[in-house]
């Protein structure tokens, strides 16, 4: 089971003037990703609660959490901190043990 979720961009936020994301392929997702571990997810439900969590913080463009891995991939517009996505996933329950 994995969770993915798409924060929606804001027209012309970080595409060029032809419309694709840094001037590369329509469609084509910008930014940095990072890949964290995850303790204490078991399901889908798990997935769901980490990935809405760090879909809030500003920036974030994709969360996609791996029960069966323990690994949340994030794709953000600039890099985010620890102790940002530490603090998401205290509030969804679970524990960050630090990047993968």
Request: aromatic residues 2%; charged residues 20%.
């Amino acid at each position: 089971m994995t969770a993915e979720t798409d924060t929606p961009q804001a027209a012309g936020s970080c595409c060029s003037s032809t419309g694709s994301r840094d001037g590369g392929a329509p469609g084509a997702r910008a930014g940095v990703t990072t890949v964290y571990e995850v303790k204490g997810m078991t399901c889908g439900h798990c997935e769901g609660a980490v990935s809405e969590e760090i879909s809030g913080i500003e920036g974030v463009t994709s969360v996609k959490a791996e029960a069966t891995t323990g690994r949340v991939t994030v794709t953000s517009a600039a890099p985010l901190t620890e102790d940002a996505v530490r603090a998401a996933v205290d509030e969804a329950g679970y524990e960050l043990v630090g990047r993968a």
